[in-house]
């Protein structure tokens, strides 16, 4: 701003505009114009007391000043506004500009705008928001320091890893223990995290963890399949800190500091005997430390979260994420593959292909080149139970599985009562029917290649030999021709069968009247 002041000042004591220029550091033309108003508005020195260079300004242009007056912007509008997502800076000045186009009014310029801006926040200590935006982050760690349960036989301590999440822009934050720091915890954690907190967010900024990072380098870094299957169930990103980078992560970092004062350590005269007792405490503890009030500003992490954080977050599934664990198995010939000794079916076009397993507590999925091929509600129990599917089966074994009992004795009472009977000894001999249905079958096939009528002789024919007739049988008095025989001849007298089922006579073993 021109410092109008000054100029009547110098003028006065008789130096050059040019001096004048030279020393405010202002052009000639200014000088001059500021003298002329001056003469012009009968303004000299020396001025009365209070009068401020914005009402000297005034007095000298005041058309001018009237025309060129700014509106200013409502900064604390703009604070708020800029802790959405994508909201920057840029955008907010372009809708300031449009907003005074609209009003007749003359807007700043975006260095201006940013100057008071950085100005408000200055004033406001309100710097924090710039940083982090709400619900955007969540950033989760494995907190260094463990805690203890013992074991209530022998008294054995046991260690317990505690998991610690924190959003950056309230710093609300969840800590639950864990026996293990395996695949299995970390997954159960997020998810008992995001239901915790009521939603999940875009980003998870973890450490590179072995359990959710597989290989990092400056260039790539690959996460963890299951880690990234978790992380797309509910909508969200997983971009692992830099290693050996904790600012990546400052606000579990952090937490993991204050956690193992105000928890841990609070905790350190308690004797726990279970996971359970443990996390119940922990959450008492975690409560506390959410509730707390800050020290420099109003609110607590949890009030700050209700308020302003949680309506953001990405709303969560009906159904929490099951954790599924990822195999690779060949098709077999039998178009089955082996899962946990348990056997299922694929499409049998599959067979001697790799494919990959991803099984959960329910459901076993098949995939091949990342294409699911088939699903099988898991099988528990004894091993090797078979889960198959008719449409996987090739059409001449769908064509078996049409075959029943019932359609078997069907079968046969068409074909002869002989028939009938050597076909209910087949399959109660068996000790589950369907073991006979290929007996039954075969005696089917031998129907077409033989005749019905031969098929009937021989299983009278093998009747005669035994009460409980077999398949082989059968077949051997067909490929023998002895129905035939049987058939052309006169019948034979039978003799009549005794109490206890002697269908041959005495004469047959050589027996001699006494």
Not at 283 to 311: A, C, D, M, W, Y
Not at 461 to 480: D, E
Request: aromatic content about 12%; charged content about 25%; glycine content about 4%.
């Amino acid at each position: 701003m021109t410092n109008y002041r000054e100029i009547l000042r110098l003028n006065s004591l008789g130096v050059s505009r040019r001096g004048i220029a030279s020393s405010l550091s202002c052009s000639r033309n200014t000088v001059s114009k500021v003298l002329q108003r001056a003469v012009e508005m009968e303004i000299e020195w020396p001025l009365p007391d209070g009068l401020s260079n914005q009402m000297i300004e005034d007095k000298l242009f005041p058309a001018e000043n009237l025309l060129s007056k700014h509106r200013m912007p409502d900064y604390a509008n703009v604070h708020r506004e800029l802790a959405k997502s994508g909201v920057t800076l840029s955008l907010l000045w372009h809708e300031y500009s449009e907003s005074c186009r609209n009003s007749n009014s003359i807007p700043y310029k975006y260095t201006q705008f940013c100057k008071y801006y950085h100005d408000y926040s200055c004033k406001t200590k309100a710097t924090m928001r710039i940083q982090h935006k709400p619900a955007e982050k969540l950033e989760v760690d494995w907190a260094g320091k463990t805690a203890v349960i013992k074991n209530n036989i022998t008294g054995e301590p046991i260690k317990a890893y505690v998991f610690v999440a924190a959003l950056p822009y309230s710093g609300y934050s969840y800590v639950e223990a864990f026996l293990s720091m395996k695949m299995e915890s970390w997954i159960q954690a997020h998810i008992n995290c995001f239901n915790f907190i009521r939603g999940a967010t875009k980003i998870l900024v973890p450490d590179n963890l072995k359990t959710g990072v597989d290989t990092v380098s400056w260039r790539d870094t690959t996460v963890n399949r299951i880690y990234a299957e978790m992380s797309s169930y509910y909508d969200t990103v997983v971009l692992p800190a830099r290693v050996r980078k904790p600012k990546d992560k400052p606000s579990a970092e952090a937490t993991v500091g204050v956690i193992s004062t105000w928890i841990l350590a609070a905790m350190r005269n308690y004797t726990f005997f279970s996971l359970h007792e443990l996390n119940t405490v922990i959450k008492v503890k975690l409560e506390e430390f959410n509730t707390k009030p800050f020290q420099k500003k109003e609110g607590s992490r949890k009030s700050v979260f209700l308020k302003e954080e949680q309506h953001l977050l990405i709303p969560l599934p009906l159904q929490p994420y099951e954790l599924a664990t990822w195999t690779q198995a060949t098709v077999q010939f039998n178009y089955h593959i082996s899962f946990d000794k348990m056997y299922y079916s694929v499409p049998y076009e599959y067979i001697k292909h790799r494919v990959e397993v991803r099984a959960t507590s329910k459901v076993v999925e098949i995939f091949y080149n990342s294409c699911r091929i088939a699903s099988h509600v898991r099988r528990f129990g004894y091993p090797g139970q078979y889960q198959t599917l008719p449409e996987h089966m090739p059409e001449q074994h769908q064509k078996y599985l049409e075959w029943d009992t019932d359609r078997f004795i069907s079968w046969a009472e068409q074909v002869g009562e002989s028939t009938t009977v050597v076909i209910k000894s087949i399959l109660t001999s068996c000790r589950v029917e369907q073991q006979g249905y290929r007996s039954c079958l075969a005696l089917l096939k031998s129907a077409d290649r033989y005749s019905v009528q031969r098929l009937e002789s021989a299983c009278q024919r093998a009747l005669s030999y035994t009460p409980n007739p077999g398949y082989k049988t059968v077949q051997t008095i067909l490929k023998n021709g002895s129905d035939k025989i049987s058939s052309a001849s006169e019948p034979v007298k039978k003799n009549t069968p005794s109490e206890y089922e002697i269908t041959r006579g005495s004469d047959y073993y050589g027996r001699k009247d006494r």
